[in-house]
């Protein structure tokens, strides 16, 4: 009698193993391999019981997808292959695991099956979700590290020392749990972003090697985001992601791609919920990422957003003193005047990077010249970098503001896709003056103007450029905008 129920068990084991191998080659074949090996890859049945076909996948994420685009689907297809299967539901398998206590029921107990009787085939074996190809993978995935961004090297100045203090703070208590989540720093380029996040990440990786500290920069995300889907391998990029403890995300303006952003707001959803740490870092506050998907604008809103702001005086020269004293160790006998000080912090104003700048073109000039550091000479040497750093004063929403304002258009009309007359000439004067007032490049100054192609903003940059060429009036025009944007 007990071997009679043992092989029924067997084979009712065996003929939903076939089942479930009948409704993955209809999917393959229905979806294409692609599809199928982003989303169904990692599905496996925990139990089928009252009719009822539990589906387990390794993440929130790809429960949530599936069921919402696939769950009809997947029921239709187990509904097919005969009356035993009337419903289908989707978990997370850790959940799952949690929920069912015994396992798959493909397979006989043990104790149960005949010694003569074949192993019944199994269902896709249970993986564990940060396995070791995911660690390798993980590895893999992280932007490089500069060893000289640390706490230690950081200048502090009233312009960031709360983003310096939000920083330590989730460095020193990111193993006790979550302080600020997501947070959230911007500024404009070279006040210490990226150095904030990896001396954060430095401390983290050597004070907590147990957790899984994840930085990356935006363009690093997008590139092995693609790459995982050129070689069949997203769902274990996902689950890499998925399984980390605290994410850094770096110049988040440059990351661009409806699927990509799709998958990063669920990669952040998931951490979030998960009680997990993100951190990102941007040129600008998440209402002014024009090109990024609403939704995840408004999950990086929901954070702590900090500004690191321009240097101030005493900040700037702290700044120098450091890359001088540093300088020195490579340079014996390096050293800079009081009255040169005094022009660099007068006259760089805007980047800490400009001021380390400055200092490393005065020991080249120094070095390779053989001539004494003067006044002259860091006159002469840094006259572009000045000019340089007056032009990057003027942002591309100042350019938008200051012209929708001069032609009573809205910001919206200025990046919407409207062709008349009345907003496309504004929307070439604003071009125009992004290109001739900022570092932007074309593609980036046309992402800025509503996802335009660069060669639309090289249009309306030459147009403008030969028309004031013959026209006086448009001439000072220009004028009198470049006047208003640097005052």
């Not at 399984?243 to 951490?271: A, P, R, S």
């Amino acid at each position: 009698m007990l071997e009679a129920e043992a092989c029924g068990v067997a084979g009712a084991a065996v003929g939903h193993a076939d089942a479930w191998a009948r409704v993955r080659g209809r999917l393959k074949a229905d979806l294409g391999d692609e599809v199928f090996s982003c989303w169904f890859a990692g599905m496996n049945v925990e139990q089928i019981e009252g009719g009822t076909v539990w589906l387990s996948v390794p993440s929130r994420f790809l429960k949530t997808w599936i069921s919402t685009h696939y769950r009809d689907k997947l029921a239709a297809l187990w509904q097919a292959e005969g009356p035993a299967y009337r419903k289908v539901e989707v978990s997370v398998r850790s959940a799952m695991r949690a929920k069912v206590e015994t396992p798959a029921r493909f397979a006989a107990p043990e104790a149960a099956r005949p010694a003569s009787a074949p192993a019944p085939r199994a269902a896709v074996p249970l993986r564990p979700v940060a396995d070791a190809a995911s660690a390798r993978l993980f590895d893999d995935i992280s932007s490089p590290l500069d060893p000289r961004y640390t706490f230690e090297n950081f200048v502090e100045g009233a312009s960031n020392r709360l983003a310096l203090a939000a920083a330590r703070q989730v460095a020193d208590g990111s193993a006790s749990g979550v302080k600020f989540n997501p947070l959230y720093i911007h500024s404009s380029v070279g006040q210490g972003k990226t150095h904030l996040l990896q001396a954060l990440t430095h401390r983290l990786k050597a004070e907590h090697p147990e957790m899984r500290v994840l930085y990356l920069t935006a363009e690093h995300f997008m590139y092995r985001f693609v790459q995982s889907l050129q070689t069949q391998s997203a769902l274990a990029f996902k689950e890499a992601l998925r399984t980390i403890d605290l994410l850094v995300i770096d110049d988040m303006q440059f990351l661009h791609g409806k699927q990509i952003q799709q998958e990063f707001c669920h990669t952040v959803n998931t951490l979030i919920d998960g009680a997990r740490q993100v951190i990102v870092a941007a040129d600008r506050p998440p209402v002014e990422l024009e090109t990024m998907d609403e939704r995840v604008r408004s999950r990086l809103s929901g954070g702590l957003l900090i500004e690191i702001g321009a240097p101030d005086a005493a900040t700037r020269r702290s700044i120098i003193e450091r890359r001088i004293a540093l300088t020195a160790q490579h340079m014996p006998g390096f050293s800079v005047p009081d009255d040169v000080i005094d022009f660099i912090v007068r006259n760089v104003t805007t980047s800490g990077r400009d001021l380390e700048g400055a200092v490393t073109r005065l020991a080249g000039h120094n070095q390779l010249t053989g001539l004494t550091l003067s006044l002259t000479m860091a006159e002469t040497t840094l006259k572009d970098l000045i000019r340089v750093t007056d032009t990057r004063r003027v942002k591309i929403e100042d350019i938008q503001r200051v012209v929708s304002k001069h032609y009573n258009v809205s910001k919206q009309d200025l990046l919407s896709s409207r062709r008349t007359r009345s907003i496309v000439w504004p929307r070439q004067i604003a071009m125009y003056l992004a290109k001739s007032l900022t570092l932007r490049s074309l593609p980036e100054i046309g992402r800025r103007f509503g996802g335009r192609d660069h060669t639309t903003v090289l249009h309306a940059v030459r147009k403008v450029e030969e028309m004031i060429g013959s026209d006086e009036a448009l001439t000072q025009e220009i004028e009198v905008l470049k006047r208003m944007l640097e005052a």
